[in-house]
């Protein structure tokens, strides 16, 4: 029994008692107004506030899990704090044939630019392969270009680009997956029972941050039997990711991996990766780029080949996750949700689009219109070193202006879920919630007051998730997903709710955090 506190009724909270037996909830009552059952635990709110879990929308749960193992890059200022980093780890692991790391800065280097020979001058005698933040981009150095083939390729593939000298010379950055997976496949990968333990811990610190239930947005059919074997402190729904040139062949293994789920593990959708990211040019756009040295960007899939595999897996009763970052490449993806609606005829099928950096406004109604759930990342809508640096300057000042319209979207009448990519960007709902109310002073008509914000990282990731009968809200025959909070969060500065603090995290009425 919670009591001594205010419960979210969907707008704020108000004073009440919540009674929960058996993981449910099985009473909203005013405060005193029902006994509590005999032997029953009581939480004392202390005057704070209950919330519903709070739900992301799209995360990396496993990537964020395994950073740690790897050369710790990820808040590096500088190239030379990165290659400073580098030295020290290889010094410190002489026995490892490569050195691998994660989560470098794109604004470290003049337009996202990386070259082999700022690592060779730290490490010439073994690979070293960089990931950065986004995971879009690769850094490697000349051993690593040459061991994975790379270093006298002379035609791009067709899913993605190397950045070259003037003499067609590769240079060190590898963008989007053609380009940068023979590297990754040099970097050994970890046991399964590493992964599983990555797993659970990555889910502790989730539940930490108020979370109860994950998207996680990229999961290989591998690694299936991790999230089945991990302790999970918070619901995970998994997302298996379609290869653009051999998703035929991963059909059949999808279909038998649907039914495989436990207590906090789902198996039902597909993701899509059907563009880049517009801070390194690789967001599919319906223009060319202001320096127009990237064209429109670089597709990921062709779009009768996207209608095809969405419609595919849409037919085998997969809901479809799609990254769509760049305004073609949000057309392109409702185009595909629009093919196999129209193929497969109707059913609750509630595909995702998620990132949404760039809608063209003619766009923005078919969400509703086709039923698809638009999840967005508030962290990434602030005027930030990548969005001054990288993004604004690709943009120009028209479509700068239309990036991550979430108040558009939410007016349009679709259902709209927030995320935060962990660990692209950090975890924390409450900070998210002060991104999208705040939006650091940058378009502010885009902003979304919080109130709308929980909304968001409830109900409305809550219907993400097909369990709006379950999950999102705070009354009889809801699963106890609960997160207690110091204070109602609509009653404070939208920028000091990151300092609100989180008290305690349920899971099914089990502690978790």
Excluded at 39 to 45: A, E, K, P, T, Y
Excluded at 216 to 236: I, Q
Excluded at 481 to 496: F, I, N, S
Aim: hydrophobic share 40%.
């Amino acid at each position: 029994m919670y009591v001594n506190g205010q419960v979210w009724n969907g707008r704020r909270a108000r004073p009440a008692d919540v009674h929960v037996a058996g993981g449910t909830i099985e009473a909203v009552a005013s405060p005193g107004a029902l006994p509590p059952a005999p032997g029953s635990v009581i939480h004392d709110l202390e005057g704070g506030a209950l919330l519903p879990g709070f739900a992301d929308a799209h995360a990396h749960p496993l990537i964020g899990g395994l950073e740690d193992r790897y050369c710790p890059v990820r808040g590096s200022r500088t190239v030379g704090e990165v290659r400073d980093r580098v030295r020290v780890y290889a010094r410190a692991h002489p026995g490892q044939w490569l050195i691998y790391g994660e989560g470098f800065e794109l604004t470290l280097a003049p337009g996202g630019v990386f070259r082999a020979s700022w690592l060779d001058e730290v490490v010439a005698d073994r690979p070293v392969v960089l990931r950065s933040s986004d995971i879009h981009t690769v850094w490697c150095n000349t051993a690593a270009l040459r061991r994975a083939g790379l270093l006298h390729l002379a035609a791009d593939p067709v899913d993605g680009r190397l950045d070259r000298d003037a003499d067609g010379t590769p240079i060190g950055t590898l963008r989007e997956w053609g380009a940068f997976q023979p590297a990754l496949d040099l970097v050994p990968p970890p046991g399964p029972a590493d992964r599983t333990l990555a797993l659970s811990r990555a889910s502790r610190r989730l539940a930490a941050t108020g979370l109860t239930w994950v998207q996680d947005a990229w999961v290989e059919a591998g690694d299936v039997p991790a999230y089945l074997g991990a302790d999970l402190a918070v619901r995970m729904n998994l997302a298996l990711r379609a290869d653009p040139h051999t998703w035929r062949e991963q059909r059949e293994h999808f279909r038998s991996l649907r039914g495989a789920a436990s207590d906090t593990v789902s198996v039902r959708t597909v993701k899509f990766f059907v563009d880049g990211i517009i801070e390194g040019g690789t967001a599919a756009m319906l223009d060319p780029y202001e320096d127009s040295a990237d064209g429109c960007g670089l597709p990921n899939w062709e779009p009768a080949e996207l209608q095809a595999a969405v419609t595919a897996f849409d037919a085998d009763g997969f809901q479809a996750h799609i990254h769509a970052m760049g305004d073609a490449g949000v057309r392109t993806a409702l185009d595909a949700v629009e093919a196999a609606a129209r193929t497969n005829g109707p059913r609750d099928r509630r595909p995702v689009l998620t990132h949404l950096q760039l809608v063209h406004p003619a766009d923005l109604p078919r969400f509703r219109e086709l039923g698809v759930v638009a999840v967005f990342q508030p962290l990434w809508a602030r005027p930030d070193a990548v969005m001054t640096d990288l993004t604004l300057p690709r943009l120009g000042d028209e479509r700068g202006g239309r990036q991550y319209a979430i108040a558009d979207m939410l007016a349009s009448g679709a259902t709209v879920a927030f995320a935060s990519d962990w660990p692209i960007t950090r975890p924390e709902p409450l900070h998210i919630l002060s991104a999208a109310a705040t939006r650091g002073g940058w378009l502010p008509g885009q902003r979304v007051d919080v109130a709308r914000g929980v909304g968001c990282y409830t109900t409305g990731t809550a219907r993400l998730a097909f369990a709006e009968h379950t999950q999102g809200t705070i009354r009889p025959g809801m699963r106890a997903d609960l997160v207690h909070l110091g204070t109602d969060p609509t009653t404070v500065d939208p920028a000091a709710l990151p300092a609100v603090p989180i008290r305690g995290t349920w899971l099914a009425g089990r502690r978790t955090a």
